[in-house]
């Protein structure tokens, strides 16, 4: 049971580094869009939110590993909702973004 709990901690933990970069991405956009599909040519997202969807990812990792002892493959599931956060902020900022000009 404490291993289930420790592995929800780290999967939480992961999901909110995963917004904090996302929040990140929209701070350095500023007045931009950020291309959510095709990255197009010269567009280089902050190494910041590199790193910290690195540290995400990791995070998410071990807590679906720990997870996976006790409820077995379908925690697998988990590791692609990293990537979801920082989407939905991103749509977000584009969205008031477009909503102020």
Request: positive net charge; aromatic residues 8%; hydrophobic residues 55%.
């Amino acid at each position: 049971m404490v291993v289930v709990v420790l592995g929800l901690a780290f999967v939480v933990v992961g999901l909110g580094v995963a917004t904090y970069s996302g929040v990140v991405t929209s701070r350095a956009a500023r007045g931009r869009l950020i291309p959510l599909w095709r990255i197009p040519d010269g567009y280089r997202a902050p190494a910041a939110t590199r790193i910290l969807q690195l540290v995400a990812v990791l995070s998410v990792g071990l807590g679906s590993v720990l997870c996976f002892q006790e409820w077995g493959t379908y925690v697998i599931l988990m590791l692609p909702g990293v990537f979801l956060p920082p989407f939905v902020v991103a749509a977000l900022h584009n969205r008031a973004t477009k909503r102020g000009e």
